[in-house]
């Protein structure tokens, strides 16, 4: 089956504008993630879901941020009134909660430039 | 909270060498699973190796294999006969069963012809 896809790949905003970031998960993965990975660094985490309960939102970094998935599958990042520390590239990843299987499958990411 | 630690920002190899790339984590958890990742230039992340750490043996998949030294809390990355594709950041990374995924600054690997 397809692995996981995140649209768009590519995204400049403007300083102040709203973003929405896509993410569709491997078909029947449980657990979704989100993570910020700055230029050079390793991704940090921001959100967790399970199904369509947001778990562990402790890493989102302000309230500007917002991730939702109402029906358990494709997910949502928003980022409100963007700031220029906003550009990163934001990786989604999914696992299927599965007895031993824990291994997350990232997607392509989106690079997110704020001007 | 839980760290991990990648203390070679930069590691090259010869083609066809092994080298070996050093992850260190601190974690007061007893049930954990480590990995490591792999990501190419521009291109997604994608799993090499994972262990859980109630297993004493070693994980190995082909030419990566791991060194995992549970109580020293330390987690290696051997890559045998290194190949030009294998060129990347490596990212060791920390779970403790899907709830609190940590990764590493990375190493970046370059593999010399």
């Known amino acids: 089956g397809a692995g996981v896809s995140q649209s768009p790949r590519y995204k400049v905003a403007k300083r102040g504008q709203d973003v929405a970031l896509r993410c569709d998960p491997i078909?029947?993965?449980?657990?979704l993630f989100w993570y910020q990975q700055a230029l050079g660094q390793g991704p940090e985490f921001l959100t967790y879901?399970?199904?369509?309960?947001?778990?562990?939102k402790s890493g989102l970094p302000s309230d500007r941020f917002f991730a939702e998935r109402p029906e358990g599958s494709v997910s949502t990042l928003k980022i409100q009134r963007t700031q220029q520390e906003d550009s990163a590239v934001y990786l989604c990843?999914?696992?299927?909660?599965?007895?031993?299987?824990?291994?997350?499958?990232f997607g392509p990411g989106t690079r997110l430039l704020v001007l | 909270a839980q760290t991990v630690t990648q203390s070679q920002p930069e590691m090259s190899v010869q083609e066809a060498e092994t080298v070996t790339l050093s992850c260190t984590y601190d974690?007061?958890?007893?049930?954990?699973?480590l990995f490591w990742y792999k990501q190419p230039p521009s291109r997604q992340m994608i799993l090499v190796i994972r262990?859980?750490?109630?297993?004493?043996q070693n994980a190995t998949e082909n030419r990566f294999s791991v060194n995992f030294q549970k109580a020293a809390k330390s987690f290696s990355l051997k890559i045998s006969d290194s190949q030009l594709g294998d060129a990347a950041m490596y990212f060791c990374?920390?779970?403790?069963?899907?709830?609190?995924?940590?990764f590493g600054p990375g190493t970046r690997l370059s593999v010399l012809p």
């Open positions: 990843a999914s696992s299927s909660v599965a007895g031993e299987e824990e291994t997350q499958y």
């Open positions: 078909s029947g993965h449980v657990s």
């Open positions: 879901f399970q199904n369509e309960a947001q778990l562990d």
């Open positions: 974690t007061s958890e007893s049930d954990y699973y």
């Open positions: 262990q859980e750490a109630y297993k004493q």
């Open positions: 990374a920390w779970d403790n069963y899907g709830q609190n995924f940590v």
